[in-house]
């Protein structure tokens, strides 16, 4: 059975940097993405990031671009988002997702191509 766990969340002032943590099992990460979404309250569910476990790839939304880190450790099945310099506008539940390898390529934030979805971790940014 695949199950996926984010967490890592809670509050932070803003500029801060949390590292959320996605723990995988019941498969290997090397024939997956990964990705990480976001909703706000009242808002849609959101693709952030996504990683290509075949060559490290990395997607990330215009909105984290250059804030966030995607990453992940095969040996361990675990991936990581690294988000720094955080702001207001972050605040949101993040999960984490496993699509098919092809997911990276085709819709890597695209909510359909993902199979499987972990709970969620909140994250919240104070201003």
């Known amino acids: 059975e695949v199950q996926l766990q984010a967490s890592g969340g809670g509050l932070v002032q803003a500029g801060g940097s949390l590292r959320l943590s996605c723990a995988a099992s019941?498969?290997?990460?090397?024939?997956?993405?990964i990705g990480w979404f976001r909703q706000a309250p009242g808002k849609e569910r959101e693709g952030v990031s996504c990683?290509?476990?075949?060559?490290?790839?990395?997607y990330y939304a215009d909105s984290v671009k250059g804030r966030f880190t995607i990453s992940e450790d095969n040996t361990k099945n675990l991936a990581y988002l690294q988000m720094n310099r955080l702001k207001p506008e972050d605040t949101a539940v993040y999960y984490c997702?496993?699509?098919?390898?092809?997911?990276?390529?085709?819709?890597?934030?695209?909510?359909?191509?993902?199979?499987?979805w972990g709970q969620g971790t909140q994250v919240t940014v104070s201003s």
């Open positions: 997702a496993a699509g098919s390898e092809g997911t990276f390529y085709h819709g890597p934030t695209q909510l359909g191509e993902y199979s499987s």
């Open positions: 019941g498969f290997t990460f090397d024939d997956y993405a």
């Open positions: 990683i290509s476990s075949r060559d490290g790839g990395a």
